[in-house]
Structure formats: C-alpha cells, structure tokens
C-alpha cells in the first residue's frame, strides 16, 4: 500500500522578495521525497534536503550553505519505497533493503542524485484531489537560468503507465507552463530505472515557480523519487571578448579595475572624461574596439552592489561589494568593476566589423530604484532616436540589489560605420536606469556563404567554381591560388585549395579514361590534406587528390562543386 496524508493548503506560501537576490548559487540543491518520517521513507545523509509534508524555509545546498530557497508543497500524494528501485521493503526500510537500492543504481549516470537513500523511496502523482503531485520552489531569482533535474523509478508499473511527465509553471494556478520533461519512470518487470533523469531549463519572472508532476497516460501513476536544483551561469559565446567597467578613479565614487580581476581577466574601466581607443580583451591585448560616451548620465556606486559608499571609495566598501561571481560568469571577476555604475547614459562601440555579428552582456545592480527594470537598447545612429534591438534586467527589488543576473543581446550587427549605438533607461521611460559592467563578446562565423562572398550575386557556374577553388577573397580578388597538376609513376595529383567552411557546397574529385565521352566517375579518387597549410585563407583548406594511374593510356582528374540552394 501506499501511505495517504490530505493535501496542504497553500497557506504556506509566502514571499521572500526581500532575499530575492541573495541566493549563492555555486553548488547544487539536492531534495529526497521521502524521509525517516514518512511511510516506509528514508532520509538520505549528507547535504540532502529529505522532504515529507512540511514547508522548508532553507534548503542547504551540496556544502551544507543554506540558501533563500525554499521548498512549499501545494498537493502532494502518498510515499512509500515499495517496488521502487530495490524491490519489496519493510516499514522502517532495513539495511539490506538500502544495500539493494545501492546496488540497483547506476551511480555513475545518476551524479549527484545517486544516493540509494534517495533512489530508494518516492512520492505518487495521486494526492486524492488532483491527478498530479504540486510543490513550490520559493526564492528563486527572477531572470537567472535554472535547470531542474528530476528521478523517479517504479518497477511492476502497469503497461502503458511507464512515463511521467514532469512540468515547471511561473503561476500558482499551474496553468503558464515554463518548461516540461517526460521520463521513463516505470518498467512492467523488475529492473526500474536505474540511470534516466530529466533535465528541465527555466527562467523565472518572479521567485516562485511551481513543479507538477504525473503520469503520462494514467495521471495516477507518476512517480518522483528525488531531484536537483542548480542555477545556470551567464556563458558567453566563444570568441574575443571586450569587457568594460562603467566607473574609474576619475569618476564620482568610482574605482579603476587595475591588472587581472579574480579569473585571470583584464579590464577597461571608463568614465565620460576621455575618450578610449583601442580598448583591451580579457587577455590584456589591444583591440581595434573604440569606446566613447555620447550622452553621460550621472555616475556613482551609493547603493549599488557595495550598499552605502562613499567618495573616494574606501578598501572596506570595495570589499563589501555583494555579487555572485559564479552566476556572472566573466563578469564576476572584478569587485571594483561591479561597485560603480554610470546612470541613463548614451555612448558608442566604435572599430567594430560591420561584416560580423556580437553578443553585449549587461549587469546593471542598485538598490532602492524609481524603477526596478532597466532597459538596454541598440539604435541606428548618434542620434538615439530609432532603436533596433533591446534587452531588460531586473537591477534590484527595495533593498535588495541584483547580484548574478546578465541582459544579453545576441547577433547584434555594428552599423557600415563599424559602430553599435547603445542607450540605457528605466523601462518604459520611468524612472532611471543603471549600468555597472558590460562585455562585448564577436560571435564566431558559422562559415561562409556565398551571398556573403558575393556580394548577392546570382550563383553562376564561373562564381561558384571561383567560390569553391582557390581561396579568392571576393569575385573581383586577385588574391587566389591557382591549382597544380602532377603526374607521377603511379598516380595523377592535383593539388588544390577548396573551400571548406560552407556546409552546402559540396566538392568532389572525378576521373575518366576518355575526355570526349566519358563517363566522369568518382571511383578511386580519394585526396590527402597537405600538411604545408601556409598562407590558406581561412575557411579553406589545400588538399591533394590523387586517383591511380593503373595500366590505363590516358587518365583526366577533375574537381566538381555544387552549391546546395539553401531554402
């Protein structure tokens, strides 16, 4: 059987906005449904949150640091271990059935939720009121990814009751769905699930979202044995990276980020009092990435990561600055780039390739706002007024400031002069907004394409065999290599640089015997890449295809490319 309690009211779900910010994210949350407490439960050792029906108002993350995340249950139904992962168990569950579970598990798959003492026991979907099992995770913060990891497993499950479905909603009527997940939970034999978990990605507009689980063809029938909460941190893309601190030893308040911050990265820290050229990647190398204010707002740090400051900024308000370097990712690094800010403000990006595309990463944080939300905006030209592209952040909530969330704006094209125009306000022009660091990150090319080489040609036979062949620039380049023959005592070589980077151009080497007729064939051509790579643009790569010369009189090697339309 399985223990049956009534579900709980919702009474217990009550807010923690004031610590909206303050969860440190840099190990998981781990939770066990079940517990020494509950009908044949048993509680896992460890940094476990084991639940039963009760409110946990701080679940303590995998070091035993308790965090502002909580844990409500809204309905939940019975727990019991029985036919879980170990098979038949007692009440209290003995040693040797926990043995059994340990042994079932397949730890390696399962990580962090590979514990038998968590595996071991689970909670069904039927609570007696709704077909689903509902809880709530409280504390959150609002614009910061999370991944939620589920495991359930249930052996001698009816056929056709092998699924569960698990799904996360930003509302408590369950209704707006954030994200969901389907899990064999269920076998019809013995074995259960040993090693399947579910991953599910949200991100919360508010500090609560709401967890639902059930199964997928009988409600009643789903099954939620323990799970994992982590958050995830902001990952910029890969490619040279600008990153640029709003405040300086010349601005009100402000302090200069001097030489490498905590991740080995180096800085640019500005002020509307100069203009800055050449700005410098995080490895400390000049780029040709230009910065200037066009319109400059009041500056400061009072209020913002550090709290109260004051002018000049002492060491002790330096490091009292609050922010999550783990969610911030490389903008985590430097305290002293966090703790000022620039506010309501105008400037330019200048250097920039206008061929290419960028990702702008925003942290803006300050306490006590007019308006919560600021909004990041691209525009067309110095004049501010059209805008392209923008981003909001949630900076901060009364007296709690923003600690780990990024805006970002990805793809974002420089106009033909080479610059990006960026303003920032309060949202929906209310009240003002803040900007305490950013990075400027060029999105790797996926390849090249053929209108970009082009410059919108029609793709004629003579341009794509120039596109394809020889590494030329544009149509109009000189600046192509030409390809060599050679024959040898046993094979006919040609050496040739082809394109490689365009995944719809496909190159194929051909051989015949007889020029006039043919047929062209591609049976026993094959190429080597030439380890002499010198001077091959990028994208393209020098091969040598060969074909053997056998005892035939005549022999002709040709190369074909085809461009692949694309739809």
């Known amino acids: 059987m399985i223990g049956m309690i009534p579900p709980l009211l919702r009474s217990l779900a009550t807010s923690l906005l004031v610590f909206l910010f303050a969860a440190s994210a840099q190990t998981k949350v781990l939770i066990d449904f079940g517990n020494d407490t509950t009908y044949r439960g048993v509680t896992t050792p460890g940094n476990w949150n084991c639940v039963a029906y009760g409110y946990v108002p701080a679940l303590v993350d995998m070091t035993g640091t308790p965090t502002t995340m909580a844990w409500a249950p809204d309905a939940l139904g019975g727990v019991d271990s029985f036919n879980s ?9 003995t040693s040797d059935e926990i043995a059994a579970a340990d042994a079932a598990i397949d730890k390696p798959s399962l990580g962090d939720l590979g514990a038998a003492q968590a595996a071991i026991d689970y909670y069904v979907s039927n609570n007696g009121v709704t077909t689903s099992g509902r809880f709530q995770l409280q504390g959150l913060q609002p614009g910061v990814a999370y991944r939620l990891t589920f495991y359930g497993t249930k052996q001698y499950v009816a056929a056709g009751n092998e699924e569960t ?4 909603f930003g509302q408590g009527d369950y209704t707006e769905v954030l994200g969901s997940g389907i899990l064999a939970t269920g076998t019809v034999d013995g074995t259960g699930n040993p090693s399947a978990t579910v991953s599910i990605e949200v991100t919360p507009a508010q500090s609560t979202v709401y967890v639902q689980w059930t199964g997928v063809n009988d409600p009643l029938a789903g099954y939620l044995n323990s799970m994992s909460i982590e958050a995830i941190p902001f990952t910029p893309v890969v490619g040279p990276a600008v990153l640029i601190d709003f405040g300086n030893n010349d601005s009100y308040s402000g302090v200069s980020q001097i030489g490498a911050d905590s991740n080995g990265n180096f800085w640019n820290s500005v002020w509307n009092g100069a203009f800055y050229a050449n700005l410098v990647d995080t490895t400390g190398t000049a780029t040709a990435i230009n910065f200037g204010f066009t319109t400059p707002g009041n500056t400061g740090s009072y209020n913002g990561p550090a709290g109260v400051t004051s002018n000049p900024l002492t060491l002790a308000e330096i490091d009292a600055v609050e922010i999550d370097s783990y969610l911030l990712g490389p903008l985590g690094g430097a305290k002293r780039g966090a703790i000022d800010f620039y506010v309501d403000s105008t400037f330019q990006i200048q250097g920039l390739d206008p061929n290419k595309t960028y990702q702008l990463a925003f942290f803006g944080s300050h306490k006590y706002n007019s308006n919560n939300v600021t909004r990041y905006t691209t525009y067309t030209d110095n004049t501010f007024t059209v805008p392209v592209s923008s981003v909001d952040l949630l900076v901060g909530v009364f007296g709690a400031h923003n600690q780990g969330q990024v805006a970002v704006l990805d793809n974002v094209s420089p106009q033909q002069n080479g610059i990006i125009y960026v303003g920032f306000a309060g949202a929906d022009d209310a009240g003002s907004g803040y900007l305490n660091t950013m990075m400027v990150v060029e999105i790797p090319s996926s390849g090249t394409t053929f209108a970009q080489w082009s410059g919108g040609q029609d793709p004629t036979p003579e341009l794509v065999g120039l596109y394809a062949f020889g590494g030329a620039s544009s149509p109009e380049a000189n600046d192509g290599s030409p390809s060599r023959s050679v024959l040898t005592a046993t094979d006919l070589e040609l ?17 015949t015997t007889n020029l006039s007729t043919g047929p062209w064939l591609p049976d026993g051509v094959s190429y080597l890449v030439d380890p002499d790579q010198s001077g091959v643009p990028t994208g393209c790569e020098r091969r040598l295809y060969q074909v053997a010369r056998d005892t035939d009189v005549r022999k002709f090697l040709r190369l074909t490319a085809v461009l692949t339309p694309q739809i």
């Not at 992962?85 to 569950?93: D, H, L």
């Not at 050496?495 to 051989?511: A, F, H, K, Q, Y």
């Open 495 to 511: 050496s040739v640089i082809v394109r490689t980077d365009d995944p719809t151009l496909t190159i194929t080497g051909e051989n």
């Open 85 to 93: 992962i170990a098979g038949p168990t007692s009440n209290p569950v």
């Open 165 to 168: 479905r698990y799904e996360v």
